[in-house]
């Protein structure tokens, strides 16, 4: 089946760990996405990529790193230099990053312990 | 400052009734606007999209109205049923991104 697929679902992290979050698509979409929500908030950007080997900070990318060196994939890295991580992490992609449609990944929750 | 409202964080209404959402905004010309849906603990899924140019557009017991004047999104889900129960998002086109509100949670009660 075609979508998005996320892992791990829950992860737990220590203070001062770095953790990377999958995300891989089989859409052929050239756009992907990482989105972060909390409680009562919207979901905000973090990082997006719109072709490969390229990518640009969205609006809350400090303490968080990235990398697009294929297609189907976009790791997200929540370094110990963000100092709020526990929330529910989203990734998504577009045909292109022109306003088209997101389809969503059903998201990864961390929790620092 | 932008800033993008729903009309309320939680919303109840009876069964078979119809529920509209409200997504404000200011400080925003989005070319478009759409709307998903969200239940607990998964990703959002995208429900309906409505143009500048466009009033209104419908989908099965789904209605949006576009207002560029009042800066306003209507979300009408009509004869509502307890499986409509769910977080509601509107998102604005900016630039290259969309941008989110943060959601009215809508409860359908039998």
């Known amino acids: 089946d075609g979508g998005i697929t996320q892992s791990p679902k829950y992860l737990f992290r220590k203070e001062g760990q770095n953790v990377t979050l999958s995300c891989e698509q089989n859409?052929?979409?050239?756009?992907m996405y990482w989105y972060r929500q909390d409680p009562g908030q919207g979901l905000r950007l973090i990082y997006y990529?719109?072709?490969?080997?390229?990518?640009q900070k969205g609006d809350i990318a400090e303490g968080y790193s990235v990398s697009r060196e294929k297609k189907e994939s976009f790791p997200l890295t929540v370094t110990s230099a963000q100092k709020n991580p526990t929330a529910f992490y989203l990734c998504?992609?577009?045909?292109?990053?022109?306003?088209?449609?997101?389809?969503f990944g059903e998201g990864s929750w961390l929790t620092v312990v | 400052s932008q800033k993008i409202e729903q009309n309320s964080e939680a919303l109840n209404i009876q069964e078979g009734k119809t529920a509209t959402l409200t997504c404000n905004y200011t400080?925003?010309?989005?070319?478009?606007l759409q709307w998903y849906r969200q239940d607990p603990g998964r990703g959002p899924v995208f429900l309906l999209l409505?143009?500048?140019?466009?009033k209104e557009k419908r989908k099965e017991r789904l209605k949006v109205t576009f207002d560029t004047t009042l800066k306003q999104s209507l979300f009408h889900i009509t004869a509502s049923q307890p499986a409509d129960s769910a977080t509601y998002l509107c998102?604005?086109?900016?630039?290259?991104?969309?941008?989110f509100g943060p959601g009215t949670r809508l409860s359908v009660l039998p």
């Open positions: 859409l052929n979409h050239d756009a």
């Open positions: 409505i143009r500048e140019n466009e």
């Open positions: 998102a604005l086109l900016l630039g290259q991104n969309f941008v």
């Open positions: 990529s719109q072709i490969v080997n390229d990518f």
């Open positions: 998504a992609s577009s045909i292109k990053a022109t306003g088209n449609t997101i389809y």
């Open positions: 400080n925003y010309s989005p070319a478009y």
